[in-house]
């Protein structure tokens, strides 16, 4: 459709005046867009703390399989370098004996021995090609014992190697969801004004509960972190996730424990206790298994909470659904 018939007259004309007003509508409708709400942030964080805590567990879950295959490589590795050892020994015990025979002009051959006058010596030469070529297959024998261990170690050790390697690419990629995840964390987080960095050097404060034994001793260590910041994939002094302050704890209890909340839950399997008789020093963990603390008495838990916070004593009331315990 064609317009005819447009005035200017010191005006904007009309066609060009509709055309500004629909994009001043368009732009105004963009910068009006509503900002989330205070509740709407809550919300959003709420949820990314959820999905932290799964993460988080799957990323030290990668870290714990890594290492495990590294250490499994370089025994390999350790072997095969002995084993290398071994074969170039032989080998060089090979040289020297077919040396010796050079150099000896074979003077032990059948038709040098049969043409000696005297029995005796005869006797002593036939006994020494005896021992001589008992000795050779021996040697020759070891050796391709040895080359056959070399090429299964050699195997064994380019497996171990290749699978520490894709592992090492799983812990990178893990490592990259758990970072994307924090980093929006700490932007909400700051954005409500309740972001806070702990003290690395915190003392933290003395556990006066009515726990005893070992468990009095791991509670000990988990006071003494409190204020301490949280972080992923921590396990002190500075810094502590959930998983990280459990296992530190116990330790420090003479108590070894996996290294991720699911391990532990995992490892308690016949040491469960139900959530009505939990004891100070039971672990505590939520559900879906990403995260673990401690009961430290009075219904509160003393645990590493999250992106943002600091090793703490929560109340059990305030905190989120709990599945489990275990008396380590």
Not at 143 to 164: F, V
Not at 274 to 288: E, I, N, W
Request: proline share 5%; aromatic share 6%.
């Amino acid at each position: 459709m064609v317009v005819r018939g447009i005035r200017v007259a010191g005006r904007v004309p009309v066609a060009v005046g509709l055309v500004a007003a629909v994009l001043l509508t368009q732009a105004g409708g963009a910068e009006a867009k509503p900002k989330p709400t205070l509740a709407q942030v809550k919300a959003r964080l709420a949820k990314l703390n959820d999905q932290a805590d799964k993460v988080v567990d799957r990323y030290n879950g990668a870290g714990e399989r890594y290492k495990k295959a590294r250490k499994e490589y370089n025994a390999v590795n350790g072997k095969l370098g002995k084993e290398l050892g071994r074969v170039e020994d032989l080998r060089t015990g090979l040289v020297s004996v077919a040396v010796s025979s050079y150099q000896s002009g074979d003077v032990l051959s059948w038709s040098n021995l049969v043409t000696q006058d005297d029995p005796e010596s005869l006797l002593a030469g036939l006994a020494s090609i005896d021992q001589m070529s008992a000795g050779r297959s021996r040697t020759i024998a070891e050796y391709e014992q040895a080359t056959r261990s070399l090429k299964g170690e050699r195997d064994k050790a380019k497996s171990s190697y290749d699978k520490a390697l894709k592992l090492l690419d799983d812990l990178r990629r893990q490592k990259k969801d758990v970072e994307k995840l924090v980093g929006e964390q700490e932007r909400l987080l700051r954005r409500l004004n309740a972001y806070n960095p702990g003290n690395p050097n915190s003392t933290g404060v003395k556990y006066t509960g009515p726990a005893s034994g070992n468990a009095r001793a791991a509670l000990q260590f988990a006071f003494a972190q409190i204020g301490k910041p949280y972080r992923y994939g921590g396990t002190g002094p500075g810094s502590w996730d959930c998983s990280g302050l459990t296992q530190a704890s116990w330790r420090a209890a003479g108590v070894s424990l996996p290294r991720t909340a699911a391990e532990q839950y995992s490892w308690g399997a016949s040491r469960r206790v139900p959530l009505s008789a939990v004891q100070p020093g039971d672990l505590l963990f939520a559900a879906g298994l990403g995260h673990v603390g401690m009961y430290a008495g009075g219904g509160n838990m003393v645990h590493a909470p999250r992106t943002g916070d600091v090793v703490k004593v929560t109340p059990l009331s305030s905190y989120r659904t709990l599945i489990g315990a275990v008396r380590p």
